[in-house]
């Protein structure tokens, strides 16, 4: 039995300092008695001789000096493993909160999880065919991948995700396919519709879900993740299944990560944010992916509201450094009533390269998604200019771009919640929306693919 | 043994009390499990480690031990086609002993100490041999020949030498005497990472590192033994272009740091790199590339190292007469790392909480790039490519400000072209080399004279263009005379037809300096013949829809380096349908 301690010298925010400790080893997980009798959990963050600093998860609300105590449990933060937590739900800690037992198993992990040698990767290859054209034509995801959606409030991400969740295939694969859900800070409603979806889509029974609400503890948030992607690891790496993570909003997370921060009184980076957040976003992200010699992958769609729709706020901005490419959601397509309301320019899938081309998806996809992006930017260009100039100002090549720009997003962007497009059909209708240019201003695709492919209209 | 007592531990920083006689960044052994650290402070009898290994479970009260060393890399054969982690460990064998994480705690050489080498001796008994002189010779891979160099720090007479065959790098190959000392050399030394090696000379640049990336040789190119950098906020091209000039670039050998990046990047270059030929030779380009990988979910103070480790094993190839070129993506890791240390320390924080002392790393690290004569009187160079991250794509951040001051080419990356799928996004109207001067000689001895002409000219063509997009957004395009259309037409040329370069398509990525050049010429001479044919009254409209226009501007993805005669072809047709049309309207 180790010493239970009732030296708590101070408490700041959801820290609290711990004098006269002896034999605490850094990170280890710790246990709190209240003044009322309950344990709560936290862990070291800090030891400076005889004093420890350390974060509660539950939150230092109603502990005193005088009558909390302390023990150091010697080990750091585990969850239990198994694959009977498909079709259950946890808090942030990963306890059980749908009334069922704890999963019975032998196997217990520290949920910080371990880097994977980048020696021992393998690369993310295989298309996911998720029926959303914005997606699948421009900015293809790939088993393995990390792809956040960057969103703001009020932007239908949720409906995005779970739409995404519900059609995503491997086209010609029927294999272990598994979502596990992190819930951080989201309200109630949020976390209902969530499951709801699962539910109607028959996802649920092969999904865990991990909630921590709104009206949860904040730093609780920190461990949702990881306890998540611990058991992400196990299905995918010891038990071959592919794993989709869903973490919203990650935005909530990086605020609890500030308030710590904020309690160690620690020089802030930007905007009040720790330096250390890149390293502790990647800590996160880098779970993602493939193993040589090992079936299953870990695929993640991190979600995030911007603040004030800034795409340079340190949130997206450090996630964007991270993650393999980001899906933009915009406020104006919105408004305008296209669904999903995607902006593809800031948009971008890094892993696209190599799910595409000849023998996997078809080989004209690069370089009509590189022709619909140059068409597209230009259309936008154009657009700014005639409000300026009016559109007398332009000349009928130009007018050709305008026009394209209202067809790309009314056809192509634009699509219904339940309308699941194959491949075929995405790119089927990029080469109609390319038709209407003359062969000459499709410099992006070799001649080869225009012979091929192209119909003047 | 001195050893020290920990007192503290905050993340990657400890500190130790009792601890005397410990040196400034000495190699120590940290906590019961002896992770590896490295000392960054002394005060008193307190010393401040930064340690290279999670700290997860260690203890107040455990032992810090001094190892007497600096923190080294070790140099010799075996280093070429090996992945790294920050402080030079093979993350093959930390995959053997670990399994597919990383866990801490693994205790291994840098260099493989069973493989026997074939060595050749080039010196014989009786030879006097300098420091940094050439003593014999390892074909390390088809690619590389391995100089085996005297330690920079020892020389003498040869008292014997052994004989051409195989041997391990543990094996004594030669002994030397001076003044009654004597020391044994083996195949390898070791090196302290943050010491620069000595050379003789530094040297002007004179050649340019031909990246075969046209905006880079052409428009802003680096020579060999310069230093660069390239900024861009997330998804703009840092590691695409890191990657392409590590694939292409004519250097002798590629050192690659991955500092603080995603693990896949790593995968990826070691997945194609054994794949991919040298244009040059047709060998695999892993036969001449070294990878150091510190990714971003690794621990953080070895990503204040790997950059180190980095260009010492680079300035190590140099005093072998290589030129090397080194990418590092991203120093702005780097320079996080320091600040996270700093803060850690509780240093007093200058912009950003960035540690005052930013500025001055940098430059010494920016130093070690250039041309340099070696002890042993060959010529090498160390090229430094640095890729930056500004937050939020803001390049008044302190790393990019400050690393500005250090670099003579700077290739900025640009959201706005990056979003329209403009590849390479390199802004030209705000990058810059002043590498031109140096390497236009070697341009114009290859092109008739004309590079830096056409050069000149193409530049003013898009600050033209950039200039006439302003009017445009006032009085519209259709006011425009004659002959500013076809500014804006021969601009929209250049852009889609050579500065963009799709790094995905097999025959775009990499373009040979003929190509270049031939692009370059057949596009500005399309402007010069559509000027007459613009003074004979023909409309722009009408010239620009020609059929051979278009092939122009894709000939990059259509001609192959081997044709790229073609390109003239391209230019006589264009030139003979502008001549026919002249004919019809006269
Ligand atoms: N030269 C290029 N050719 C084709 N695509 C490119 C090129 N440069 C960048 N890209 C595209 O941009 C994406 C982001 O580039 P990357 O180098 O990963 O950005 P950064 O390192 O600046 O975040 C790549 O995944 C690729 O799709
Ligand atoms: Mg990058």
């Not at chain 1, 749908?98 to 020696?119: A, H, I, K, Q, S």
């Amino acid at each position: 039995m180790s010493i239970e301690y009732r030296t708590i010298q101070k408490i700041s925010g959801p820290l609290i300092f711990v004098e006269g400790v002896s034999g605490v080893g850094y990170n280890e997980l710790v246990e709190i008695r209240d003044p009322e009798g309950n344990l709560r959990r936290g862990r070291v963050l800090e030891i400076n001789r005889n004093i420890a600093v350390v974060e509660v998860f539950e939150g230092t609300t109603g502990l005193s000096i005088t009558s909390s105590t302390v023990r150091f449990l010697g080990k750091p933060l585990t969850i239990p493993l198994s694959t009977e937590m498909l079709g259950r739900v946890f808090n942030g800690l990963g306890e059980p909160i749908d009334g069922g037992p704890p999963p019975f198993t032998e196997e217990y992990r520290d949920v910080n999880g371990l880097p994977m040698n980048p020696y021992a990767r393998d690369y993310p290859t295989k298309f996911i065919q998720t029926g959303i054209s914005a997606i699948d034509g421009m900015n293809t995801l790939v088993r393995g991948q990390k792809l956040p959606i960057f969103s703001g409030s009020g932007l239908p991400h949720n409906l995005l995700a779970t739409q995404i969740a519900r059609q995503a295939t491997i086209v010609g694969e029927e294999e272990g396919f598994a979502v596990i859900f992190v819930a951080m800070g989201i309200k109630h409603d949020e976390a209902e519709f969530f499951k709801k979806s699962f539910e109607e889509s028959g996802v649920l029974k092969n999904s865990a879900l991990f909630l921590n609400l709104a009206d949860d503890p904040p730093v609780e948030r920190l461990v949702a993740p990881r306890c998540a992607l611990t058991l992400a690891e196990y299905l995918a790496f010891e038990q071959d299944m592919h794993i989709l993570v869903i973490l919203t909003d990650m935005t909530n997370y990086a605020e609890a990560l500030r308030e710590i921060s904020a309690a160690r009184e620690e020089v802030p980076s930007r905007k009040g944010y720790p330096g250390y957040m890149y390293s502790d976003f990647a800590s996160i992200y880098e779970r993602a992916g493939r193993i040589k010699g090992r079936k299953g992958s870990i695929t993640q769609m991190p979600i995030l509201t911007m603040p004030n729709d800034d795409i340079t706020h340190p949130i997206p901005d450090l996630t964007g450094y991270i993650t393999e490419g980001q899906i933009v959601l915009d406020r104006d397509l919105h408004r305008r009533g296209i669904y999903p309301p995607i902006n593809v320019l800031p948009s971008l899938s890094r892993l696209m390269k190599d799910g595409i081309g000849k023998g996997k998806t078809r080989e004209d996809h690069g370089p009509v998604s590189n022709q619909l992006y140059a068409a597209y930017a230009r259309a936008q260009e154009l657009r700014m200019l005639s409000t300026i100039i009016g559109e007398e100002g332009l000349t009928d090549r130009d007018r050709l771009y305008l026009k394209f720009g209202e067809l790309f997003e009314r056809r192509f962007i634009n699509q219904g919640v339940n309308e699941n497009r194959s491949l075929e059909t995405t790119l089927d209708i990029a080469w109609d929306l390319l038709s209407i240019f003359p062969e000459s201003e499709l410099t992006r695709i070799p001649d080869y693919i225009i012979r091929k492919y192209y119909k003047r209209k | 043994m001195r050893i020290g007592k920990i007192i503290r531990i905050s993340g990657p920083v400890v500190q130790a009390e009792g601890a005397l006689g410990f040196e400034m960044h000495e190699l120590v052994m940290v906590g019961n499990e002896e992770l590896i650290g490295e000392v960054v402070r002394i005060e008193g009898d307190i010393i401040t480690v930064q340690v290279y290994e999670d700290t997860v479970g260690l203890k107040v009260g455990e032992p810090v031990k001094g190892s007497g060393m600096p923190l080294s890399v070790e140099l010799g054969p075996g280093l070429i086609q090996n992945i790294f982690d920050g402080i030079q460990r093979p993350l093959t064998i930390i995959r053997e002993v670990t399994g597919d994480f990383v866990r801490r705690g693994v205790k291994t050489t840098a260099l493989p100490r069973d493989k026997k080498w074939h060595f050749i001796p080039l010196k014989k008994v009786g030879d006097y041999v300098k420091p940094g002189e050439i003593i014999g010779k390892v074909q390390e891979t088809p690619l590389v020949e391995h100089r085996i160099l005297v330690p920079p720090n020892r020389e003498g007479k040869i008292e014997y030498i052994v004989e051409e065959g195989d041997y391990t790098i543990e094996e004594t190959i030669a002994k030397l005497s001076l003044n009654n000392t004597k020391y044994e050399l083996k195949m390898y030394h070791k090196w302290p990472v943050r010491k620069p090696r000595p050379y003789l000379e530094r040297l002007e640049p004179t050649e340019p590192l031909i990246t075969g990336q046209r905006i880079i040789d052409t428009l802003f190119p680096v020579a060999k033994g310069g230093a660069v950098c390239i900024p861009g906020g997330f998804g703009t091209g840092k590691t695409v272009t890191s990657h392409q000039l590590a694939a292409w670039s004519d250097a002798h050998i590629i050192i690659y740091i991955g500092c603080g990046e995603r693990g896949n990047e790593m995968t990826e270059v070691l997945i194609n790199f054994p794949e991919w030929k040298d244009p040059r030779t047709g060998r695999p380009l892993m036969e001449r590339t070294i990878l150091i990988a510190n990714t971003s979910n690794m621990p953080v103070a070895a990503r204040e190292a790997c950059i180190y480790t980095g260009v010492t094993i680079a300035e190590y190839f140099r005093d072998m007469g290589y030129d090397v070129a080194v990418m590092a993506d991203s120093t702005s890791r780097w320079a996080e790392a320091l600040r996270e240390i700093a803060g850690r320390l509780e240093e007093m924080p200058a912009e950003e909480g960035y540690p005052p002392y930013l500025a001055s790393r940098l430059g010494e690290f920016y130093e070690r790039a250039g041309r340099v004569k070696t002890l042993s009187g060959l010529y090498g160079s160390v090229t430094l490519i640095g890729a930056v991250s500004p937050p939020g794509g803001d390049f008044s951040e302190p790393v990019t400000v400050h690393t500005k001051r250090f670099v003579r080419a700077f290739w900025a990356l640009d959201t706005a072209l990056a979003s329209m799928r403009h590849y390479p996004a390199i802004n030209w109207l705000i990058s810059y080399s002043e590498y031109v001067d140096y390497v236009e000689k070697w341009w114009n001895e290859k092109t008739h004279g004309n590079w830096k002409n056409l050069r000149l000219k193409a530049l003013e063509i898009l600050k033209r263009e950039d200039e006439l997009k302003e009017i445009i957004r006032l009085v519209g395009i259709e006011s425009l005379p004659e002959t500013e259309k076809l500014v804006l037409e021969t601009a929209r040329l250049l852009r889609e037809g050579f500065l963009q370069q799709n790094a995905y398509d097999p025959i775009d990525t990499y373009s040979s300096p003929e190509k270049q050049y031939k692009l370059l010429y057949a596009i500005l001479e399309f402007h010069n013949i559509a000027l007459k044919a613009i003074s004979k009254g023909i409309p722009v409209s009408k010239i620009i829809s020609l059929k051979s226009i278009s092939e122009l501007a894709r000939a990059r993805m259509n001609i192959p380096n081997e044709k790229a005669y073609e390109i003239d072809n391209i230019l006589k047709r264009i030139e003979n349908e502008i001549n026919s049309i002249m004919e019809e309207s006269s």
